[in-house]
């Protein structure tokens, strides 16, 4: 990691076309955040591969480049970004501080999977907005689609409204299916292939 602080500076991932961000964003990715091996995810299934977005949304470099990629994609209509605890967290708030440096207003709100267990016992953190407020969920990476619809239910079950679901990884297992069947435009900056295809070139046999 410390070798991409090195060869891309803060100021130029400012300033860098968006396409541009693409390449060293798969870098990032391909230095320890995707790995090959023997895994157990979230889900409960096996999978010869591990994707830790969180390696690249805690990455002071990762989240700039994600904030911006993410941000042009969020909907015109869209007054906050949301999404469940704990890997959305660092992706709400990048989209939100790259939104405020390009004049655009975006809320952050946290979904816990678990209400407060004191004071108001909110499921949702951050700033109440009214009723019918366009929210977009934000997710790292997407198998079966579970954790992001858990965050829809709960912002439409406080009165939001949402429009769309973003993650920066489709792990292509089922999740863009489910989100379909619940009319959820959903996209991702990367399907596994992406990332899979880039590793390979790094790491030749």
Partial sequence: MDELLIDLPMASL?????????????DLFCQGAYQEGD???TSGQRSTYYTNGKLIT???????????????LVSPETVAV?????????????VSLVGAYQDRTLFPLIIRKEAKGHGTRAYIEGLTLPPGSVVTVLEDVVTT?????????RLQAAGYRVN????????QQGGAELYQSHNLPFKALFDIQDIQAHWATLNPA
């Fill in 14 to 26: 400012l300033t860098l076309d968006l396409a541009a961000l693409r390449s060293p964003l798969l």
């Fill in 39 to 41: 895994f157990v995810l």
């Fill in 164 to 171: 769309q679901v973003l993650t920066l990884v489709d792990r």
């Fill in 145 to 153: 689609g579970q954790s992001a619809l858990q965050a829809v239910d």
């Fill in 82 to 94: 949301a999404g469940l605890t704990l890997g959305a967290d660092p992706l709400v708030t990048a």
């Fill in 58 to 72: 805690l990455h002071p470099q990762g989240a700039l480049m994600v904030g911006r990629l993410l941000l042009d």
